[in-house]
């Protein structure tokens, strides 16, 4: 069974950074496009950036462009979510999730969700 796991939450100043993990038991992300969504108190979940497995090519939402940084750590089998000049706007609980259709454009299909992580920015 797909069981995907987050890391790297917690509580950070306006301007800050963290790194999310996303790791994976019992099978190969390198195999899967995985992506990155988030969802705010009384909003809807909504995509941060993807990554693809077939060519790495990435995309990202607006929100996220210049200050996140989506990569594979192999080695580790995890995808990583990079995020800097946090604001608080950002706040929210973060997730990973295999993707049933490509990284491609600003809308994501998910199928694998993990439990998500907690992102806190203050301002």
């Known amino acids: 069974q797909v069981q995907l796991v987050e890391s790297g939450g917690g509580l950070v100043q306006t301007g800050g950074s963290l790194r999310l993990s996303c790791a994976a038991s019992k099978f190969t992300l390198d195999y899967y496009a995985i992506g990155w969504f988030r969802q705010a108190p009384g909003k809807e979940r909504e995509g941060v950036s993807c990554i693809s497995s077939s060519d790495g090519s990435t995309a990202y939402q607006d929100s996220a462009k210049g200050r996140f940084t989506i990569s594979r750590d192999t080695a580790k089998n995890t995808v990583d979510l990079q995020m800097n000049s946090l604001k608080p706007e950002d706040t929210a609980v973060y997730y990973c999730?295999?993707?049933?259709?490509?990284?491609?454009?600003?809308?994501?299909?998910?199928?694998?969700w993990g439990q998500g992580t907690q992102v806190t920015v203050s301002s």
């Open positions: 999730a295999t993707l049933s259709g490509p990284c491609r454009g600003r809308t994501w299909m998910a199928h694998y």
